[in-house]
């Protein structure tokens, strides 16, 4: 049989953002595989460089818009290091608040798509619609659906009091009987699972091997998740499972998205639950001095680095992060040989590319 | 498991999308829209335009003061300006209908003037003193002595306000 390439993208493989394949095909199986990223460059890591360290909270918030919170967080945390600031203990909580908020809100985002990929509209309509759940709770409590501007050098710029903090609840609980019945219909629906066992399966080994992070890893059974691994602020005191799956197929994939939005209403639960009083952020202007850093977090999509250098001027003289969609798209070589043409987007949307975080 | 029992009760529900424009749609009590100035209560320290990330905030010589621009169609809504300015002219409304024809796109702007004082002591010109930051600086003053202070400025105020004796006020 003779052997094609055939051009996937740039425009709307998966999402509405650029990536470019070149597929070789032979006959309705991809044999092998040609990734192009650069499209949605913006060169976000050259204008950090000229904004003040209080602008850049706002730019990092703008790299992305799902995991937006996971980047000025963990740039946040990033200068605190340097400046030795300790942030209070109830900003601390209210920080894992705001970040597990996005985080269901994320995963239900990718889950939802891949529902769209596989031809599955009214699951589509309907996940999108629990979403809104989320959303609505994001815009009443932080003012924005997606860029929550919930940080703030030493701080956070919300609070949360008993009204807060009882409409917050009341949410979760709303979220909680449509989660659990979606997450039945996506474990047991036949159309849904004719589509996705057995997809775009990615080993065990080779998970390790590329270095995939976040619930890509986690699919495959990799047990790593930086809220366990590493803890930062007050993952530590949280009691949560990280989810595993061992069959790395896009099914497993987005169960794992599923049921880590059902930890994360666990986790919030206990925020509010143990959250102590006191203030929201530190009382005096901070000061940064000359000094470098290095912040890890877990991002929806998985392993968020950033790295800091500063010089003593307001503006940081070097930024880098390294988002998780950087080692997932390596993964997407092993995922995508064998599978058939049609499945393309299905896998593509399975690592949930967050295309503007790695080109930036 | 079937979707169709989903989909029958998602059916008789009717939509869930918001009706706008023909309906009310959902505007949060904290919601971070358009932003509001109020000239009476800015001190024209600048920070605003200092901190904006969009540079949407300007200020420009008058030959009475400074005149105060923030343009809309810039604005990010990240709020910064609200949380940075200490005395408190600038809020963030619930007001986001901002839509508007293309030939109107430069009047979107916020704009006033905060003109210079005189002070009351030594004539000379001066920034303004607005009251919430000069309630803040003098907490349990009254508000007459506060009043008093706001129309000085800095030099006669540290005079004023200085310890007579040598002891703490």
Redesign the interface.
């Known amino acids: 049989m003779s052997t094609y390439k055939i051009p996937v993208g740039p425009l709307h493989v998966a999402l509405e953002e650029p990536m470019f394949f070149k597929v070789e095909v032979e006959g309705e199986t991809v044999v092998g595989l040609d990734i192009t990223a650069g499209h949605a460059h913006r060169g976000i890591e050259y204008l950090v460089a000229k904004r003040n360290i209080h602008q850049n909270i706002v730019l990092t918030e703008r790299i992305c818009s799902l995991c937006s919170n996971s980047h000025p967080f963990s740039y946040c945390m990033a200068l605190e290091r340097i400046a030795g600031i300790v942030v209070p203990e109830r900003v601390e909580y209210l920080r894992v608040v705001a970040d597990e908020i996005k985080r269901i809100a994320s995963h239900l985002f990718n889950v939802a798509i891949t529902a769209h990929l596989v031809g599955f509209d009214s699951l589509f309509m309907h996940v999108m619609e629990i979403r809104e759940i989320m959303q609505d709770t994001k815009e009443s409590i932080f003012g924005n659906r997606m860029d929550l501007g919930a940080n703030c050098i030493g701080g956070v710029r919300y609070d949360l009091d008993a009204e807060g903090r009882g409409y917050l609840l009341a949410q979760l609980d709303k979220l909680k009987a449509p989660l659990a019945e979606v997450r039945a219909l996506y474990e047991t629906n036949g159309s849904f699972l004719r589509r996705t066992k057995g997809v775009g399966v990615l080993p065990r080994a080779e998970a390790i091997r590329l270095g995939l992070v976040g619930p890509v890893a986690r699919a495959s059974g990799v047990d790593y998740d930086v809220r366990r691994k590493a803890p930062y602020v007050v993952y530590d005191k949280l009691s949560f499972d990280v989810q595993t799956l061992p069959d790395g197929d896009v099914w497993s994939r987005t169960m794992i998205r599923l049921r880590e939005a059902i930890e994360s209403i666990r986790i919030i639960e206990q925020c509010m639950r143990d959250m102590p009083e006191g203030p929201t952020t530190i009382d005096k202007t901070p000061e940064i001095p000359a000094g470098e850093s290095i912040a890890k977090s877990e991002a929806p999509r998985g392993e968020l680095i950033y790295y800091l250098r500063t010089d003593g001027s307001d503006k940081p003289e070097r930024l880098k992060w390294r988002v998780p969609s950087y080692n997932n798209w390596k993964g997407l070589q092993v995922m995508l040989t064998g599978a058939k043409v049609a499945d393309i987007a299905l896998v593509v949307g399975s690592i949930d590319p967050c295309i503007s975080c790695t080109e930036r | ?3 169709l029992p ?2 029958i009760r ?1 059916l008789l529900k009717g939509p ?1 999308t918001e009706a706008f424009p023909f309906g009310e749609a ?1 505007t ?5 829209a358009r932003i509001a100035f109020d000239p009476e209560s800015c001190a024209l320290c600048r920070v605003c335009a ?5 540079g949407a905030i300007q200020f420009e010589k008058r030959p009475d003061g400074l005149e105060f621009n923030l343009w809309h169609n810039s604005c ?5 300006c609200t ?2 300015c200490e005395s408190e002219g600038l809020h ?1 409304t619930g007001d986001w209908h901002l839509s508007h024809p293309q030939s109107e796109k430069y009047d979107l702007v916020e704009k006033a003037t905060v003109k210079f004082q005189k002070c009351s002591k030594c004539g000379k010109q001066k920034m303004p003193a607005p009251l919430p930051l000069m309630a803040k600086l003098y907490p349990g003053l009254s508000a007459d002595e506060i009043e008093r202070l706001r129309a000085m400025c800095p030099q006669c105020r540290k005079a004023e306000t200085a310890p007579q004796d040598g002891g703490t006020q």
């Open positions: 498991m079937w979707f989903v989909l998602n869930s959902m949060p009590k904290k919601m971070r200092r901190i904006c990330p969009a990010v809504f990240c709020g910064l949380l940075y963030a």
